[in-house]
């Protein structure tokens, strides 16, 4: 039966082992060392970020954490040797890591089916994406630190080589689900990119519209301005002359419009 300890039980925990061990890991986050006597030493941070501590020799396996569902997988275990216990427990920590994450990809893949047919892509569609990927990097980077660990543990004693193989597999599957969430990001923002460029087009096809009234009424403006004045002028005693001024006015008005359809300014 694996012997369970506590933080606050740390100095009945580390009395087992060597002081020239605990020197070699004093500032060490993750490692798995044999110290003098033979034994295993093993320290991890499991997905909750509780500290792990395992000791493990031929008679006995000792393990501190402050993690409960850590401390619950070791209930069931009972062997003989302290090395085989330490091997049931990692097979206990990783017994659902698999169906998890196939659950998380699933997930992502629905996420992604309603991001595409649900209205316009927008920022919150990409604040859910990058909820996932944040979920995504901690498992790996707990999964990273494990698959390193596990080599360490499989060198040094070769009962550990499935455990090994184990944590390399579910490293392979999370580096997947990471590219996917990645590539499932990419093409959102693509969506995002494509409907705002065709705002901007909407935008820019408005304000060429209004330029181009603006511009066809400026003279027409001058004109009626400079006419509207309070003064005498000799056109006024002009027998057609507000028919000239119309005239004038139609003219420039014509030949502005000519001009910017000629330019393909319309």
């Not at 002028?233 to 002359?241: D, I």
């Amino acid at each position: 039966m694996i012997r369970l300890y506590t933080s606050a039980e740390s100095g009945d925990f580390y009395h087992k082992i060597d002081l020239p061990t605990l020197r070699q890991v004093r500032n060490a986050r993750t490692y798995a060392v044999r110290t003098e006597n033979g034994a295993i030493l093993v320290e991890f941070h499991w997905l909750d970020d509780q500290n792990v501590t395992a000791y493990a020799d031929q008679d006995v396996c000792c393990l501190m954490t402050d993690s409960a569902t850590v401390s619950m997988r070791c209930a069931t275990i009972d062997e003989e040797s302290g090395i085989q216990e330490l091997l049931d427990f990692f097979i206990n920590l990783t017994s659902t890591d698999i169906f998890e994450l196939d659950r998380l990809e699933d997930r992502l893949e629905k996420l992604e089916d309603k991001l595409f047919t649900d209205g316009k892509p927008n920022d919150s569609g990409i604040d859910l994406i990058l909820q996932y990927r944040k979920e995504i990097l901690h498992k790996k980077r707990y999964y990273e630190q494990m698959e390193l660990l596990s080599d360490e543990l499989a060198d040094l004693d070769h009962t550990f080589d499935f455990i090994d193989r184990k944590f390399d597999r579910l490293y392979d599957f999370i580096l997947r689900t990471q590219e996917y969430v990645e590539q499932v990001r990419e093409a959102y923002q693509s969506q995002i990119d494509i409907e705002q460029n065709k705002l901007d087009l909407e935008q820019n096809n408005i304000m060429k519209v209004l330029t181009v009234v603006t511009t066809l009424i400026m003279p027409l403006t001058l004109l009626t301005g400079w006419y509207g004045m309070n003064l005498q002028m000799p056109e006024f005693h002009l027998k057609y002359g507000y028919y000239i001024i119309i005239g004038v006015a139609v003219a420039i008005f014509t030949g502005t419009l000519i001009y910017f359809k000629k330019k393909k300014w319309l």
